[in-house]
């Protein structure tokens, strides 16, 4: 869609190209100030873009704002409901603007609100906060979900039962587009993820495609090994190293196979080196996003 939008001399978006698949879940991946909100924002017709096209089931989202609204659900990361109304009320008030809206009751209980469905929102926990949020983003039944940071502050507990609905929601054919800071959640969830910094798409695929296979051979031994000698026994491209001291990492360009597990192996016992705590990791959708973005701190 080449969505581009600028504040002042500050390009938020850059020629950000992306697809979101119906009936997937899509992750929306960046450091802070990447472009993602103003990208959501676009999206969900609360901002005008200043150059491209976006389509949101099929419509434009600012021009067809009023025949979408209906269509699409919205979770916000806070806000947005007034503090005094209690929590079963509020989700009996929304249900009411909708067509064929979840049951309230039944959805209070999804939530794990029940409880707490007479407490004021502004005296909920900042999990029950989210959790509420979640239960409003999708009691319109939408084909369409946004979903902002959908479990932070939550418990474990509540994670996972958010997750759950997450899953339930994508196997009842609705399209999800999650925006979360938390990696692992990104990685058990999507579909598909976008990595966008600077305004720009950086990497985009699904978890396994952007993690690829295995990366790293670790084991400990005496300390001191001759690790330009292992690296002559290995691919072209690999990396050996000792980091802290007795530990070894080996990483090679196309990932550990049983060959490469192999030849350290027979390096080892050639030189009189018994590897332990031998084990092989892969990386993560955490390891790939620091990679493209770097580790430095945002504003």
């Not at 609100?113 to 409003?136: E, H």
Request: hydrophobic share 40%; glycine share 10%.
């Amino acid at each position: 869609m080449s969505l581009v939008k600028q504040y002042r001399h500050t390009v938020a978006v850059d020629g950000l190209t992306l697809t979101a698949a119906r009936g997937e879940v899509t992750s929306l991946l960046g450091p802070n100030g990447a472009g993602k909100t103003t990208t959501i924002e676009i999206c969900e017709g609360y901002r005008q873009a200043d150059g491209g096209t976006v389509q949101v089931l099929g419509l434009d989202p600012a021009r067809d704002a009023r025949a979408l609204r209906p269509r699409v659900g919205v979770m916000l990361q806070a806000g947005g409901v007034p503090p005094a109304v209690p929590a079963g009320e509020y989700l009996r008030l929304l249900s009411r603007f909708h067509a064929h809206p979840l049951d309230p009751t039944e959805l209070l209980a999804r939530v794990g609100l029940t409880a707490v469905a007479r407490t004021p929102y502004k005296r909920l926990s900042g999990g029950q906060q989210q959790r509420l949020s979640l239960a409003a983003a999708v009691i319109g039944r939408p084909e369409l979900v946004f979903l902002d940071e959908p479990t932070a502050g939550m418990d474990p507990q509540a994670r996972h039962a958010t997750w759950d609905l997450i899953r339930e929601m994508r196997a009842s054919g609705a399209t999800i587009i999650l925006t979360t800071h938390f990696m692992e959640e990104a990685e058990r969830l999507s579909d598909q993820v976008a990595i966008i910094d600077h305004g720009q798409l950086v990497a985009a695929g699904t978890p396994a495609e952007l993690c690829g296979g295995a990366g790293q051979l670790r084991f400990r031994a005496e300390t001191g090994l001759d690790t330009d000698g292992l690296l002559s026994a290995l691919p072209d491209g690999s990396l050996a190293k000792e980091s802290p001291a007795g530990h070894y990492i080996i990483e090679v360009p196309d990932g550990i196979s049983p060959q490469l597990l192999a030849s350290v192996t027979a390096w080892c016992a050639e030189h009189g080196v018994l590897p332990t705590s031998l084990r092989i990791e892969s990386r993560t959708l955490e390891d790939v996003f620091l990679e493209l973005t770097g580790r430095e701190l945002r504003p």
